[in-house]
C-alpha cells in the first residue's frame, strides 16, 4: 500500500475519541507494519520524564528486548540528543547501533515534538537495505505530530 493511502486510516484511528492513546498508537504501528513492504519492525519510544531514557510503549513485528535506551545509545538514543531525523541506509555502517534483529537492514527514527520538547519517537527497521526516502520521512513527521497532539 502506497504511504498516501494510509493517511486517510491513520486519521480513523487516531479520531477515535472512546480509545486510550496507548491503544491508537498500537493501532498505528500495526496498520504501518502490516501494509508498507519495507517497515518490518514499527514502534513508538517515548522519552521519561526524569531519566535521560526512551521507553518502548508500542511495537509491531518481532518482539525487541530493548525496551529502554539510554540517551545517546544507539540511533533511537542519539535521535533523542539531537532532536533530528536519523534515517540510516546501512545499519552495519553505523558504529553505534544497538541490534534487534539480524535482519535489519535500515533504520529511519523521527523524533516526536511536544511544545517544543522532544517527548518520544517513531523508530522503523526495515529488513531491505535503503528502504527509506524523503516520502516516509515527511509521513512519519506527520503521524507523530497527530500523536504527539493526543499527549
Given at each position: 500500500m502506497k504511504i498516501a493511502d494510509l493517511k486517510p486510516k491513520v486519521l480513523e484511528i487516531l479520531q477515535q475519541p472512546?480509545?486510550?492513546?496507548?491503544?491508537?498508537?498500537?493501532?498505528?504501528?500495526?496498520?504501518?507494519?502490516?501494509?508498507?513492504?519495507?517497515?518490518?519492525?514499527?514502534?513508538?519510544?517515548?522519552?521519561?520524564?526524569?531519566?535521560?531514557?526512551?521507553h518502548l510503549w508500542n511495537q509491531a513485528g518481532e518482539p525487541t528486548d530493548h525496551t529502554v535506551i539510554p540517551f545517546g545509545k544507539g540511533i533511537c538514543g542519539q535521535v533523542a540528543v539531537s532532536n533530528k531525523n536519523f534515517v540510516v541506509d546501512d545499519v552495519h555502517a553505523q558504529d553505534n547501533y544497538i541490534a534487534?534483529?539480524?535482519?535489519?537492514?535500515?533504520?529511519?527514527?523521527?523524533?516526536?515534538?511536544?511544545?517544543?520538547?522532544?517527548?518520544?519517537?517513531?523508530?522503523?527497521?526495515?529488513?531491505?537495505?535503503?528502504?527509506?526516502?524523503?516520502?516516509?520521512?515527511?509521513?512519519?513527521?506527520?503521524?507523530?505530530?497527530?500523536?504527539?497532539?493526543?499527549?
Open positions: 472512546e480509545l486510550p492513546i496507548n491503544h491508537k498508537m498500537q493501532a498505528v504501528c500495526d496498520l504501518l507494519q502490516s501494509n508498507v513492504d519495507t517497515y518490518d519492525w514499527v514502534g513508538f519510544y517515548m522519552a521519561h520524564e526524569t531519566e535521560p531514557t526512551l534487534c534483529s539480524i535482519h535489519v537492514k535500515s533504520e529511519v527514527v523521527i523524533p516526536m515534538f511536544k511544545d517544543g520538547k522532544n517527548i518520544g519517537q517513531i523508530d522503523i527497521d526495515s529488513n531491505t537495505p535503503n528502504a527509506f526516502n524523503e516520502e516516509d520521512e515527511r509521513f512519519l513527521e506527520w503521524v507523530n505530530e497527530l500523536v504527539a497532539a493526543q499527549l
